[in-house]
């Protein structure tokens, strides 16, 4: 009767164990992942110029942002190129999505497997491929280029996400909506539109995002324009100031904030049981 | 007027690739018309109602709603309306506008639109739900909703893709006697696609039974039932009992048919049923249209009683009539089962009407 009873005594001893490092991994993890970011906030409101001693809270680090002049040139820059680059992708990413979803064709399979290319393909190639396909069409790089080249791996992502939206819906309710007088156009707006759009908006946002710290593609396509991830990375090679760790929190709230909202539109679009009905 | 029907299906094909769905089928449905068409899946039932619909357009063949070859009109140009399997509503509109959606497509003006639309949900019991989302609804509420927003737009032909098949049995069969009453009342010509053979007899004026692509039989209930065609037709309908014999004598469209070389049965052919004397055929009847009478009565056939099932309203009864051949008794218990005149192991006469035993086609 002794051995059993020891058996599982140490069977619960190793499960402790096993739990205690579990919890214990998941901690360094997160610790790993957010302790960077919680210095880096703390030390942006530090009232000093040296990055690491603490000697008291200011904002005036946010308040030089603001008056940076080629800062704030840059930041119009990227703001443009985001929103733009936001719009023409999301609008050619859900037309793709809504296509390849409703439609049989020929070549679909090697066109789906072309289509998510620029999510897999590392940054520093499609960089060197874009410049070099600037240079041979003689296109001067500028804001221009570098809309296209956002636009070139935006479109990717936005598709993804539509078409896992667009695959949900049941196609019964085209049907419905054809049967009751409604030609395509109308079906479009009317029925799918509505229904697509939290995976519409979560896509969008999720393309402003990637657009707006975007370094490598844009670095590569930019010319001599003034970027906001250019200039953060211009900044940072003469040393790390404080007014970096400021711009930086600032852009980590835009991004997180960003993509909880896509988050929480692609749930609620989840959560309609869509087409189920 | 007379010769024009609501729906017309004349040698319609389609073909999915090389799989034949349907095959040449011929159907005329007349205008003000109940008519299911009634198999298991993959009959080709719902290929056909949907290129009624639109939504499919015939390999081959002349499809014509109220007289109007239909062609490649595409859905929101026909004078039809679906009710699907899975109702389709809309999520993100209300059951208002759910049910407003086809009007706005005809640009009614709004005034008739809200008129129409109240009188709609008014009719399926629903008017205090117009504010709803379809989810908040139970099945039963959003399957009427569906037929609302069919029915609105006054369509010439209702088309119902099997509306009661995610339904419970007993909301099943109230909305079967609902949907009957509601045909009769708008008297729109309703096309009714379903598996359940007992729904389409209570509900349907004629029924085309289909299997394979093909259709197999065209009638009303009762001659579905009570005249099947084929062995096909006649199991996939109720129960029946098959004899397989050869025919002995034949007087007029009586025939004598010996089961067995023991037992000579009377049946009935159909004039368009040929049959010669020595043919090898098959005979159908209904457990219900045979009588059970006890071993020493003058008429019937003798057999031996096999088994009894006792199932509520009826007992079942398997009667031995040859080595081979059996047949089974359906008789209601009209006495109490104490006094039950009949055992295992009896020697019984069984008895049947001519007319109530068909001679099969195939």
Redesign the interface.
């Known amino acids: 009767m002794v051995t059993p009873s020891l058996h599982t005594g140490s069977r619960a001893l190793l499960k402790k164990i096993g739990n205690f490092t579990l919890s214990g991994y998941a901690i360094l993890f997160f610790l790993f992942l957010y302790v960077p970011i919680i210095i880096l906030i703390v030390f942006s409101f530090n009232d000093s110029k040296s990055v690491f001693v603490w000697q008291g809270f200011t904002l005036k680090w946010y308040a030089r942002v603001f008056q940076d002049a080629r800062l704030l040139l840059a930041l119009r820059n990227t703001l443009i190129i985001s929103v733009a680059s936001t719009v023409i992708s999301t609008i050619f990413g859900t037309m793709i999505s809504v296509a390849m979803e409703r439609w049989d064709f020929r070549l679909k399979l090697p066109f789906d497997a072309l289509l998510f290319l620029p999510i897999v393909i590392p940054d520093i190639s499609m960089g060197v491929m874009l410049l070099a396909f600037f240079g041979l069409i003689g296109m001067a790089q500028g804001l221009g280029t570098v809309v296209i080249a956002h636009v070139a791996f935006n479109i990717s992502f936005v598709a993804v996400i539509v078409r896992a939206r667009m695959a949900s819906l ?1 196609p ?2 085209e ?9 395509e156009w ?1 079906t479009f707006w ?2 799918i539109f ?2 697509l759009l939290p995976g519409i908006m979560g896509g969008a946002l999720t393309a402003f995002t990637l657009s707006m710290d975007d370094y490598v593609i844009t670095f590569f396509t930019s010319g001599n324009e003034s970027l906001l991830s250019l200039y953060i990375y211009s900044l940072v090679k003469t040393g790390v100031k404080p007014n970096i760790n400021a711009l930086s929190s600032l852009m980590i709230l835009v991004s997180m904030g960003l993509v909880l909202l896509s988050l929480i539109l692609q749930r609620k679009g989840g959560g ?6 | 007027m007379a010769d024009v029907f609501a729906v017309e299906l004349i040698g319609i094909s389609k073909l999915f690739g090389k799989f034949v769905a349907v095959d040449n089928i011929n159907l005329r449905i007349k205008d003000g018309e109940f008519y299911s068409l009634l198999g298991p899946s993959g009959c080709g039932k719902t290929t056909t109602l949907r290129m009624i ?3 499919e357009v015939p390999t081959r063949g002349d499809l014509r709603i109220f007289g109007k070859s239909m062609g490649d009109t ?3 140009k026909r004078p ?3 009710v ?1 399997q ?7 509109m209300t059951i208002g506008e759910n049910v407003a ?2 009007l706005q ?2 640009k009614v003006p709004k005034k008739e639109i809200t008129q129409r639309v109240g009188e709609a949900l008014e009719r399926v019991r629903l008017a205090d739900y117009a504010n709803h989302k ?2 908040q609804l139970s099945g039963g509420q ?1 399957q009427r909703v569906a037929l609302a ?2 029915l609105v ?1 006054r369509p010439e032909v209702l088309l119902l893709d099997e509306p009661l098949g995610a339904l419970d049995l007993k909301l099943r069969k109230a909305m079967q006697l609902e949907l009957k009453q509601m045909q009769q009342d708008v008297g729109i010509t309703f096309v009714y696609v379903t598996h359940d053979q007992e729904e389409a007899l209570t509900m349907s004026d004629r029924i085309a039974v289909m299997r394979a692509g093909h259709v197999y039989q065209e009638g009303t209930p009762v001659e579905i039932y009570e005249k099947p065609r084929t062995r096909y037709v006649a199991d996939f309908i109720g129960e029946t009992n098959f004899l397989e014999g050869t025919v002995k004598s034949i007087d007029g469209n009586r025939v004598t048919v010996e089961i067995d070389g023991a037992v000579a049965v009377a049946a009935t052919a159909e004039a368009d049923v040929p049959v010669t004397v020595g043919q090898a055929v098959t005979v159908a009847i209904r457990p219900e249209k045979i009588s059970l009478l006890p071993g020493d009565t003058e008429k019937g056939y003798p057999g031996r009683l096999v088994e009894l099932v006792y199932i509520g309203t009826d007992t079942r009864y398997r009667v031995q009539l040859t080595d081979n051949a059996s047949v089974i008794v359906r008789e209601q218990n009209i006495v109490p089962t104490g006094e039950r005149k009949f055992h295992t192991g009896d020697a019984v006469q069984i008895h049947w009407s001519p007319a109530s035993a068909t001679i099969l086609a195939e």
Request: proline share 10%; hydrophobic share 40%.
């Open positions: 049941d019964r309710l049907e419905a909506a054809q049967d009751l007088g409604a030609n109308q009317r029925v509505p229904l309609d049981n869509v087409g189920l009905m | 619909a639109g939504f595409p859905p929101f039809v309306n679906t699907f899975s109702y389709a509503l809309f999520p993100h959606f086809g497509m005809q379809p989810k959003q927003r069919a737009n």
